[in-house]
């Protein structure tokens, strides 16, 4: 785990005044990265960091004198359309960038004067993906959700024999995750129907599944394994992620080989990664119960135990479009605890996908599975929330939903708080459900 | 279905002596495409075209006076590190290439003088994979082999309910993708062990698969769906294809989300990617047997039912280091024809995998899935040839083999023939295995 340093005292206040205030998601203790440009104009996308409610144009900034030697060329290699430059720099890089980037905003600093000019209100930016994403990877390592879902399927056992043992995983499609904001089509496709013909149509079923999405850094070459010690060094950052499920096309087609059609028609990734180095004051010890079994050694280290684990809150929002139209906030759906849901850490989640052979590539994602928790109010999704569409959930307004409808708008959002640091958050993953596609 | 031209006629003959040859994989009719470069020099990888036992640099074939308009564009296209920018184009503009090379390649031809010297031998070059592979899926089309499966776990009914439905099919790595060539290390894993703890060290079930795999053109936006009628429009050809598969690490790891370490170690892909429109003349119509359901409507087209599925000849054979070290040629494990194999054709992978919206992009891959024939002679993998491990096949000089040995050698092989048609080859796509990493 990286330790803490002077970029953690939460002590620190900025120039950026907004990022000084109360609540902000982005102090000068967070400072993480995205892919930006103003709305609507031709420019190039590039990278930025984000400062209260300020985005910092790392492009504009390289000619400001706060950057030198290895993090003059970090902040270069974030100045393209995508991140992936960056994150195949590694710790040391990316802890140097971050270190002028925090000297350079903090409150009093004489770059105030060159770096404000290189300042864009977050309220007038657009996004794209952080990074191009080479091969994308969803786990289940939400023990609470793998728990509830299989109860539907399995009272009497819900967890498979694998779960405690193996970091339950497959590949996703890639081509289809879009930034947040995107609008999200309601798809179409087989559903079971009747004993002689399956159905065809548009999903009645459409959920969210509230996620965190890990980004790699360096990776590694085929055939040679990332020893879970060395895990932490390739992950360059964390991202909110929601990766929308047709609940009523994937029970007729996932057997034998896996969700396919009722996954890939589009997961939404939330524009701001947040840093492992950032996350610093956030470790915690993983959680394991009475009779859990001990890892296997591959998944195992002294480190990954005592602070492998992210202490990061999470919640889900709803609006509808009539909620839009008279005027009323999102509702919370629910809300939970990254650390209290995951059986895995993310540094295990590493050397489980490389101990084959398999190689990640700077810019992959690998997607947490849904962050439930135990409780009732905990649910990373529909299908737990109204236990499988049949306890719709009453909306102030008088609204019921079962699954999503069209014109739904879910927003995720995450912060990590504790006594003793600032808190840092992770702004918002957003997806307006469309209705499907006239056939 | 792309119509017959005058670049099928099976009486063309090439100025290059070699494409005349009988038995050759690549004569005139077939002009397939990679992307290779001189052995072991630091030229820039670029597109060329197959010719008997040589290739055509189509960059230095540029100057040569032998394209114009589109076919220009083309061929400028293909001479890139990969074929992603010719994909794109779409099948006038790689109709009109291929137009273009029969002409200029054909016997009597004045281009021969300047073409000449943009020949390079095959044994002389190394080759790349011919795309930048955006994503790669995965089918499950060989109905024999889906059933030879099915039995080693459910003897009494082989076939789930959904698969003369769903064309199943799950998301598989992109990054382990290797050209032709490349060894492939034995992953090492979890398997299932005991009831207390699973085992763990490198796969002793280590197999091949026999698949063929389709290389998309231009591919849709998100959202919205490729008809069935346009499928063929977005195919751009066909490569041989094996997914090595550890079968003791897939059924410990693969519920409840499908194969992950099992199959992401490597794939391989070869070299030469034969268009839809060399395909021609070797179209057939589906087979389907008595009770089999009409498939929906958006897997069905009367194009599709007429000629959709592909008559192309298969062999994989093995050929082991002690085999090597005594001169020993390869042996042929089992031979199969992918028309025969295959429940679903390509056209209607590319309706389903795009009917719930998920957009396919050029030089995206589909496997076909193992395509085995129904006789015990015709498997695509050692779990059919020797029903699980059960039952070693001998070798000619005494060794046995239940699954794949350190230092042996696949090749998979597959080519068309038919009265009144030139016989077109696909080459061949190798792979050796090297001992698992010492840990």
Known sequence: MTTLNETHDPALRSWVASANATGTDFPIQNLPFAVFRRKGTPESFRGGVAIGDQILDLAAALGGGIFTGESQIAAQAATQDNLNALMALGPTAWSSLRLALSRALRYGTSAQTALTACLIAQAEAEYALPARIGDYTDFYIGIH????VGKLF???????????????????????????GTPVRRPTGQTKGSAERPDFGPS?????????????????AMGEPIAIEDAEANLFGVALFNDWSARDIQPWEYQPLGPFLAKNFASTLAPWVVTM??????????????GDPEPLPYLDSPG?????????????????????EVGQDAVRLSSSNAREAAYWTPAQLVAHHTVGGCNLEPGDLLGSGTLSGPAPNQTGSMLELTQGGKQAVALPGGEMRAFLADGDTLTLRGWCEREGARRIGFGECVGTILPALAR
Chains 1, 2 share one sequence.
């Open 304 to 324: 990954n135990r005592a602070g492998g684990a992210l202490d990061i809150q999470l919640e889900v929002c709803l609006q509808t479009a009539r909620m839009r």
């Open 204 to 220: 009645q079923k459409l959920d969210y599944e509230l996620e965190l999405g890990f980004l790699i850094g360096q990776g590694n």
């Open 277 to 290: 180095e950032a996350l610093a004051p956030f470790r915690a010890p993983l959680i394991r119960e009475a």
């Open 145 to 148: 959700h793998a728990t509830s």
């Open 154 to 180: 399995r009272p009497d056992s819900p967890l498979l024999p694998n779960y405690k043992w193996v970091p339950i995983g497959y590949h996703g499609r890639r081509s289809s995750i879009v930034v947040s």
